[in-house]
């Protein structure tokens, strides 16, 4: 195993449109900057690269980076903070240290998944998730697809299954009609985004489109074969081969929180500049708000500014993310969850997929810590990002700190000493 | 018209276009990824390499995030393992 060592002026954590404005703007100014991500290639999500090859958006804007000079580390996972200004990534061999004078956290969001009877059932994924194992080579030609789950990202992802050969069966959006048709008006207000309506509405045209609607429950053996929804009062079968099931969008705030940037209401909390609550480290995109890749960018472009000193050209762009902040505000408010979605659970659904904890057995806990310790919930590789955003929304609970390493690494990267770094810490590291 | 990659997922040849990850070649051999602590047959879920249901074993190396790795020519892919 090797360990690499990088310095960069400016560090940004994320390859996704905010990652990728950030970087790009702040190589603007001359300084040395490095771009980490833990996908095999930049995009982010919504610009994620598959078979058919980058995006033009993530593709133009590598180019960029490439001719500024930018160093691009994909495949790397930050995992550790072992020192002020240093933070150690593991990739599928090696181990980077990458030291910086300011960081830029653009680490996205993943979908919220909340449990019901069978979603553990095989071909049962979140509505992105499916998105990208098609984007990513799988054939969804003449597979019955059905959606449901919150948000804007249903449609999105609908037009694209639809566009690959997949037969949408139905679309089931939990929030109501009344509450779209609020989001609607509000959408005048901005004009592409009506433009990407109408695009959207030819593109699924003919496809049930229902709201006031949410899974029950996931029928099959080995696979999934039916899906129970409930529409209008009653229970529905629909038979489908696929359910790409989400309930809008959480933040990746684990690394922010880690290196102690203020969190409110679950959100990186920044100032105009996108400044953290902590000196010299910068946060962009939906960790600071689910909003959207406009918003994303614009976000990118001044914390790439202000991390390169160029502060005065950050501020200039405030107003245009004030405005697009408006378009996020109204997505929270819109696709606000229902209570109903809380009494979904049976005693023996599946809350903790990693280590195989149950609604029966959580229930009966007083808080995460205490779930942790009694049940293993959280305790498994994705180190509670799926069962978390559950049990605060079943529960109310909140995982307390967040403690390295913040992504699952291997022994032998753990056990490998690192330079400059006090042997107190290693000796602290291995305790923990 | 670029060439396939062929890869085996527990011993069955399976053929995909170049950049397509190994979690989507398992899904076409119809395969699962991993069984859960209780023995439950478990499959890509979040599909962006952050839930870690599609971690299998890949060239002998287990735990490998399915969903975040590319097909490379002759890779071997074996679900049947914890």
Known sequence: MRTTEKQFDVLVVGGGPAGLAAASSAAEHGVRVGLADDNP????????????????????????????GVEILCGARVFDCPSPNLLIAETQDDLLELRFRKLVLATGARERFLPFPGWTIPNVMGAGGLQALVKSGYSIVGKKVL????????????????????????????????????????????????????????????????????????????????????????????????????????PNTELAAFLGCRLRQGFVEVDHIQQSSEAGIFCAGEPTGIGGVELSVVEGQIAGHAAAGQEDLARSLFSRSQKLRKFADTLDRTFALRPELRALAAAETIICRCEDVAYGRLKQQT??????????????PCQGRVCGPQTEFLFGWSPDSVRPPIFPARVETLGTPLRDVEPDYCEMRGQQ | ?????????????????????????????????????????????????VCFECRTEIDGRPHQRSCQIVCSPGMKVNTQHL
């Open chain 1, 41 to 68: 290639a930049l995009g982010g999500q919504i610009w994620r690269k598959g078979i058919a090859g980058a995006y033009p958006q993530a593709e133009n804007c590598s180019k960029k980076l490439q001719s500024a």
């Open chain 1, 147 to 250: 959606l449901a789950g919150t948000g804007p990202l249903l449609l999105a992802v609908a037009a694209y299954l639809r566009a690959h050969g997949a037969q949408l069966v139905m679309i089931c959006e939990q929030a109501s009609l009344w509450q779209l048709a609020k989001f609607g008006v509000c959408l005048l207000k901005h004009r592409d985004k009506i433009t990407q309506a109408r695009v959207l509405r030819k593109d699924l045209a003919g496809v049930p489109f229902v709201t006031s609607s949410w899974p029950v429950a996931a029928e099959g053996n080995e696979a999934l074969k039916a899906v129970l929804i409930s529409r209008g009062g009653r229970i529905e079968k629909i038979d489908c081969d696929f359910l790409g099931c989400g309930f809008h969008l959480v």
């Open chain 1, 367 to 380: 808080s995460w810590r205490a779930a942790k310790l009694q049940t293993r919930c959280g305790m498994g």
């Open chain 2, 1 to 49: 018209m670029p060439e396939e990659i062929m890869l085996t997922v527990n011993g069955q040849i399976v053929r995909m276009p170049p950049g397509a990850t190994v979690a989507a070649a398992i899904a076409t051999a119809s395969a699962y990824c991993r069984s859960s602590v209780n023995g439950e047959p478990r499959t890509v879920l979040c599909g962006m390499g």
